[in-house]
């Protein structure tokens, strides 16, 4: 690929598959009405509502939330190339893929291939199937080897590979990562912090999921939604972040919470506003 991966030197993945126990509450941007006489001084009056709230899923931030997990999960910032990315990190997860490091021993490469062949019977990567599903839970390549990696790059050319990529993302981490942010009232890089949490931990019961991890932060400092400070909350939220990573060796090195999020949120940059400078295993990145 264009810009060779830092994987084997900080691989950073998802823990064992387990069911989303994210509540998933929208909760809408506060909207401000004021009345005020009109123009026409004619005593009737006319409301004018402040526009919502910009969001990480406003298409302009989410371009910077999927360039900055990219810088991490990838070191570049071209996340779109991508799609056609696979390998085996050494991480106990099998097979490594896509945008967003969908893992053929975590369940989550399944159900990206399930979706694609649902939409596209017959497509190069749906007679893995089987094999995707015998290995799930575990780090093997038994009935994937040896033609599963240049089939995934052939599907990475269809446009509807590409699509299903997108939607699985969004189903299962990006949209429940903006979700919970809005209905704790923090703002886009709450929900970019969230995200990223979401992208390397997954999410369930155990101690270093998404969900666990928010709940050591809570038990620290309150967020906005509960009258809180949301850069107090966000830096609670933050060494709950690194403590979770560091009960794993593959997520030992944790800057791309200390020099890249933890940067933004002592800048008090709570909108991610570009430009955006930061580093991560050591790398610079820059958005204009």
């Not at 994210?22 to 526009?51: E, K, M, Q, W």
């Not at 810088?71 to 050494?90: R, V």
């Not at 038990?219 to 979770?244: C, H, I, M, S």
């Not at 949120?265 to 790398?283: A, F, I, R, S």
Request: aromatic letters at 8%; hydrophobic letters at 35%.
């Amino acid at each position: 690929m264009p810009t060779p991966h830092q994987r084997a030197k900080s691989p950073l993945r998802f823990l064992p598959r387990v069911a989303l126990g994210v509540t998933l509450i929208a909760v809408p941007a506060t909207a401000f009405a004021a009345n005020s006489p009109s123009d026409a001084g004619d005593g009737r009056s006319t409301t004018a509502v402040a526009p919502a709230a910009v969001g990480l899923d406003d298409p302009a931030k989410k371009e910077i939330a999927m360039k900055i997990v990219s810088s991490a999960e990838n070191s570049s910032l071209d996340w779109k190339a991508q799609y056609k990315y696979i390998e085996d990190i050494g991480d106990g997860r099998g097979y490594t893929a896509g945008i967003i490091g969908f893992c053929s021993g975590t369940g989550d490469m399944l159900d990206l291939v399930e979706l694609y062949t649902q939409r596209k019977p017959g497509n190069v990567l749906a007679k893995y199937l089987p094999a995707l599903r015998n290995v799930d839970g575990s780090d093997s390549h038994a009935g994937l080897d040896p033609n599963f990696t240049k089939d995934w790059k052939k599907a990475a050319e269809d446009s509807a590979f590409k699509t299903a990529q997108n939607d699985e993302r969004d189903r299962v981490y990006f949209n429940p990562a903006v979700s919970r942010g809005k209905s704790d009232g923090v703002g886009v890089l709450g929900q970019f912090i969230y995200y990223d949490a979401i992208v390397m931990h997954g999410d369930g019961g155990d101690a270093t999921s998404f969900s666990s991890i928010r709940k050591r932060a809570l038990a620290k400092a309150k967020p906005p939604a509960q009258g809180g400070n949301e850069k107090t909350y966000l830096n609670a939220f933050l060494d709950a972040r690194v403590w979770a990573m560091k009960q794993e060796e593959a997520h030992e090195d944790t800057s791309r919470v200390d020099t890249a999020q933890r940067v933004f949120v002592q800048k008090n940059n709570l909108n991610l506003k570009t430009p955006l400078d930061w580093k991560v295993y050591g790398d610079s990145f820059h958005i204009d």
